[in-house]
T-cell receptor, first 117, second 113 residues
Framework: AQTVTQSQPEMSVQEAETVTLSCTYD???????LFWYKQPPSRQMILVIR??????QNATENRFSVNFQKAAKSFSLKISDSQLGDAAMYFC??????????????FGKGTKLTVNP | EAQVTQNPRYLITVTGKKLTVTCSQN?????MSWYRQDPGLGLRQIYY???????DKGDVPEGYKVSRKEKRNFPLILESPSPNQTSLYFC????????????FGNGTRLTVT
């Protein structure tokens, strides 16, 4: 079974600075998808970024980018120019691309990000 | 507006009193799922459904039931709630397309006393 590990329960960053959240995963599959979700205090789950494992190019969405290292099974999220609104819980998630294996997202336990003014 | 709608947002109940949390999506998604979120444990899947009349257990199905009679609705039923089911619950849906991200509802905070 796949597992997702977020080794940093909490992180903090100064406004306008850059922060990187770590995520590692364990799988024997070669084809899969990875996601970062943001959960602000409103508790809504918001998709931040998506990465396809067969694409070597790292995904980017405005100030958010990932460093996807397939061989190392690492999928870190970089937030540039941090803003107060980035304060949230961030979850890394894995979804299989295999028929019969894609029925769920496997989530990490989350990293709580604080942004200091 | 494309969305997943869960109701209620907050629910306080007593042990043993049957309850239903509703979930509806207006995006014509084939796949729907329920997760519970607990501090320090992340989100864990309870049940999922790949299409109408097709449901299956996730990682933590004990004490829960679901049904998928219509494509848009996927209610979560707790026949006899217990305090260990106090949690934040999320319904989610996605198209039947490989690698699609999940679209989440706004969550239901359930407290069982």
């Amino acid at each position: 079974a796949q597992t997702v590990t977020q080794s940093q329960p909490e992180m903090s960053v100064q406004e306008a600075e850059t922060v990187t959240l770590s995520c590692t995963y364990d799988t024997s599959e070669s084809d899969y998808y990875l996601f970062w979700y943001k959960q602000p205090p409103s508790r809504q789950m918001i998709l931040v970024i998506r990465q396809e494992a067969y694409k070597q190019q790292n995904a980017t969405e405005n100030r958010f980018s990932v460093n996807f290292q397939k061989a190392a099974k690492s999928f870190s999220l970089k937030i540039s120019d941090s803003q107060l609104g980035d304060a949230a819980m961030y979850f890394c998630a894995y979804r299989s691309a295999t028929q019969g294996g894609s029925e769920k997202l496997v989530f990490g336990k989350g990293t709580k990000l604080t942004v200091n003014p | 507006e494309a969305q997943v709608t869960q109701n209620p947002r907050y629910l306080i109940t007593v042990t043993g009193k049957k309850l239903t949390v509703t979930c509806s999506q207006n995006m014509n998604h084939e796949y729907m799922s329920w997760y519970r979120q607990d501090p320090g444990l992340g989100l864990r899947q309870i049940y999922y459904s790949m299409n109408v009349e097709v449901t299956d257990k996730g990682d933590v199905p004990e004490g829960y039931k679901v049904s998928r009679k219509e494509k848009r609705n996927f209610p979560l039923i707790l026949e006899s709630p217990s305090p260990n089911q106090t949690s934040l619950y999320f319904c989610a849906s996605s198209p039947g397309i490989q690698g699609s991200p999940l679209h989440f509802g706004n969550g239901t905070r359930l407290t069982v006393t």
